[in-house]
């Protein structure tokens, strides 16, 4: 509605054409408890890269690039793990024998294989996982209303004794065999009526005889996201609130992400009683992509939480990842893109300088290692350093950044502690050149403007020069100085070096007041008022004092 504060006018666009998720599907939601639960402890996590992710590939992976997946995978600690699609294709068929042949399983990783329900594709299937010691053997069909009639072409009934029919084959194929568990999976569950759903499920956990010790996984897909995360909470939450046998059933999600809210619905999806979630790694899988595990594992992690997977090296993750996929990872990902521990901003960067530096007085306070003290920095939620990435890409410069970017960086590339105070113009010089080049400064550049801001020759140079204290308390500076086209010999006096080289140069015809001074050791900074005009200089080596003086009077000189 148009207001006096929102002047937004009706758009062409034919939304009419769309029917809201309410007018679609019956979402039950008495009773709802999901808005007070907390998440203290991470579900079982389940990859589907190498079937789900995997036929979302314009190129789809082969044998060697799946199996440096899988290991990766394992690596990182996933213990269930959806390795193919056998009756799709000979590559997966080719590569689950892979697996069992080569003994590349793990004993404490359960394979999982995805089945339709048709017979030739069930035995398919359990031929290409005969002897793996365990399996998880996972059954689908479309439940929806849509699905049934445009793609199925069939009555609930026909969807109800085909799914019975496929899962009694299934039984009688997996025998006696107690490796062998059942995974169903209603696809298009969010759309789907609840009562049907409820029915089916109900029906193959009595079916499959399942018992705490060999439950069955029903498995909940938002295959197309149609409404807001807290829907599809009210979904899961019927389901677990109505299911039979609850303690033989593990109850899972698979969000996909067409709204661009699959990580929400996850994450509501376990506040609701989910207890196992499929997903890819960064999100890959069909149109918008899976439910990025990787998003899901370290916002718990950012929480508090163990998140029960090690992403420590995340950067050697993304690079394999890459590799495999052939896609790459946003530089936004939440994570792990390789700009999201970056700041460029000025404010930004000033609050993460002052927040690290918190960080290591708390952590001395505490007596610990700063990678043991608590995480309190402003703008970064973990610390970088938790994924394996280092400090040194937090923040980088370009035009937008400011004096406490600039300065953390030369402290920390190159030991040059800027005084707070010189900050601002050292700032001011670092953004008119990333002004005109229309890109960020490296560490290396930053240390090469502040060269030739700082360090450079003048117009008055030093050529020769000592210093005596004669008598105490009084120091004599002896010099040749070079100022245009004169050179000659100066002197005087004072109660310190500074001030006696000041005394001198007032003899060469400047007069220099040396307002501050400090030094970090490895370079000297100096404040001068010289001729009434005020600049700060810098020297290193040596005589970096006497040069950060004489800094000061070139760049006072030269304004």
């Known amino acids: 509605m148009k207001t006096l504060w929102n002047p937004q006018h009706p758009s062409p666009m034919p939304y009419h054409r769309y029917r809201p998720y309410q007018d679609r599907v019956n979402v039950p939601a008495d009773g709802r408890s999901w808005p007070s639960a907390r998440i203290g402890h991470a579900p079982l996590w389940v990859p589907v890269d190498l079937r789900d992710g995997n036929q979302a590939l314009a190129e789809p992976m082969d044998t060697p690039r799946k199996r440096r997946f899988f290991d990766l995978l394992v690596r990182v600690g996933f213990k269930e793990i959806e390795v193919g699609y056998p009756s799709a294709s000979r590559t997966d068929f080719d590569f689950v024998r892979h697996l069992v042949t080569c003994g590349a399983v793990p004993d404490d990783v359960t394979p999982v294989v995805f089945t339709p329900a048709r017979a030739d594709l069930i035995d398919r299937t359990f031929e290409a996982v005969e002897g793996l010691p365990r399996a998880v053997v996972h059954l689908y069909i479309a439940t929806s209303p849509v699905w049934r009639e445009v793609v199925l072409g069939r009555s609930r009934a026909e969807v109800r004794r085909t799914v019975r029919e496929a899962a009694e084959r299934m039984a009688r194929r997996a025998g006696d065999a107690p490796g062998i568990r059942f995974q169903f999976s209603p696809e298009t569950f969010n759309l789907t009526e609840p009562d049907l759903v409820l029915d089916l499920c109900d029906g193959l956990t009595e079916l499959w005889d399942a018992s705490p010790d060999r439950p069955v996984t029903h498995n909940l897909p938002a295959t197309v996201e149609i409404a807001t995360p807290n829907v599809y909470a009210d979904q899961v939450e019927y389901l677990h609130r109505n299911l039979s046998r609850r303690d033989s059933v593990i109850l899972s999600v698979h969000p996909h992400n067409d709204r661009g809210t699959g990580v929400a619905c996850a994450e509501l999806a376990v506040l609701a009683g989910a207890q196992r979630v499929e997903g890819c790694l960064f999100g890959n ?154 890109r960020e400064a490296t560490p290396k550049e930053l240390y090469e403007l502040f060269r030739a801001a700082y360090l450079a020759d003048g117009p008055v140079r030093l050529h020769t020069w000592s210093v005596h204290e004669q008598p105490p308390g009084v120091h004599r500076f002896v010099c040749t100085l070079e100022a245009g086209d004169r050179v000659g010999d100066f002197e005087g006096t004072g109660a310190g070096q500074l001030t006696a080289f000041a005394d001198a140069l007032a003899g060469a015809g400047f007069a220099v007041d040396v307002l501050d001074f400090s030094e970090d050791g490895t370079a000297a900074f100096a404040e001068c008022r010289v001729d009434g005009v005020t600049a700060w200089g810098a020297g290193t080596g040596p005589s970096a004092a006497v040069r950060a003086v004489l800094s000061a009077v070139n760049r006072a000189a030269a304004r």
């Open 285 to 438: 899988g069909e149109r918008t992509g899976n439910v990025d595990l990787v998003t899901l594992a370290l916002n718990l992690f950012a929480q508090g939480v163990d998140p029960m997977v090690d992403f420590g090296d995340l950067d050697a993750v993304r690079e394999t990842v890459e590799h495999c996929n052939r896609l790459p990872v946003h530089p936004r990902h939440p994570y792990a893109g390789e700009l999201v521990h970056t700041a460029f901003s000025g404010t930004h960067q000033d609050a993460i300088s002052k927040g690290l530096a918190q960080h290591a007085r708390r952590a001395a306070e505490l007596g610990v290692s700063q990678r043991q003290a608590p995480w309190e920095v402003p703008y970064l939620p973990i610390d970088p350093a938790d994924v394996g990435r280092s400090y040194e890409a937090v923040i980088r410069v370009n035009s937008q950044s400011g004096k406490g970017g600039v300065a953390y960086l030369l402290r920390t590339h190159h030991g040059i502690d800027l005084p707070p105070r010189m900050r601002p113009g050292f700032s001011r010089i670092v953004q008119t050149a990333t002004d005109d080049s229309g």
